[in-house]
Nanobody, 126 residues
Framework: VQLVESGGGSVQAGGSLTLSCAAS????????MGWFRQAPGKEREGVAG????????LYADSVKGRATISNDNAKNTPYLHMDSLKPEDTAIYYC????????????????????WGQGTQVTVSS
């Protein structure tokens, strides 16, 4: 499975952006996808997650109400739309996928995901 993110860039605080992740390879093996981010000097943290068939969506507290994750089931392409961006949202955003399913209310640790994209930079200026 190969994942390629797109949609990153620079945006003013209060603005919006949408990230997408193109999946290729044995995408039939993917059952969940997620978005993580890593700011300089910080650990990688989960932002949002979704099961490929839809239904269960998970969000980090820091983005609840501002982020929406969705998935094009036919292509297994997840999207992350974020509104009201803040400078603290600045990070490299990574797409992740796994054959497992998301359940419960918390986004699993990044180590639970087997497939990763190379990341796309998002910079929010004040």
């Amino acid at each position: 499975v190969q994942l390629v993110e797109s949609g990153g860039g620079s945006v003013q605080a209060g603005g919006s952006l949408t990230l997408s992740c193109a999946a290729s390879g044995y995408i039939a093996s993917i059952n969940c996808m997620g978005w993580f981010r890593q700011a300089p000097g910080k650990e990688r943290e989960g932002v949002a997650g979704i099961n490929s068939g839809g239904g269960n969506t998970l969000y980090a507290d820091s983005v609840k109400g501002r982020a929406t994750i969705s998935n094009d089931n036919a292509k297994n392409t997840p999207y992350l739309h974020m509104d009201s961006l803040k400078p603290e949202d600045t990070a490299i955003y990574y797409c992740a996928a796994d054959s497992g399913l998301l359940y419960g209310q918390g986004i699993p640790a990044w180590s639970e995901f087997n497939y990763w994209g190379q990341g796309t930079q998002v910079t929010v200026s004040s």
